[in-house]
């Protein structure tokens, strides 16, 4: 992803609190056209989406309201990576229904 289109809807951004005002490297906006070449490569190569993910610098890998809200769909999971600690980064998965209810989906790790 490369078009962040953030800046184009800063007023919205802003609607969170002064974080993003505070932080102008917070948040990262993918433009419809991008999403649109991704799904379409998705489609066209018979794969299935099962999540979308982002990180956070300065935060726990907690889904912050702002993550919620942009949430694209119920049918896929969100992966946050939080690099607060970057020697221990915190990896978790969410749930998000259509009422925005957030549910923490379990890891389970093999060796």
């Given at each position: 992803m490369k078009e962040d289109q953030k800046d184009n809807m800063m007023d919205k951004f802003y609607d969170y609190g002064n974080y993003y005002l505070d932080?102008?490297?917070?948040?990262?906006?993918?433009?419809?056209?991008?999403?649109v070449r991704v799904e379409k490569y998705i489609r066209n190569s018979h794969l299935h989406k099962v999540g979308v993910f982002h990180s956070h610098q300065r935060h726990p890998a907690i889904l912050a309201k702002v993550d919620v809200d942009l949430h694209p769909s119920p049918e896929v999971w969100h992966l946050?990576?939080?690099?607060?600690?970057?020697?221990?980064?915190?990896?978790?998965?969410?749930?998000?229904?259509?009422?925005?209810?957030?549910?923490?989906?379990?890891?389970q790790y093999t060796s």
């Open positions: 932080h102008k490297d917070a948040g990262f906006l993918t433009s419809p056209e991008e999403t946050l990576i939080s690099l607060r600690t970057v020697e221990y980064p915190q990896i978790r998965i969410f749930s998000v229904d259509s009422a925005k209810r957030v549910g923490e989906v379990d890891i």
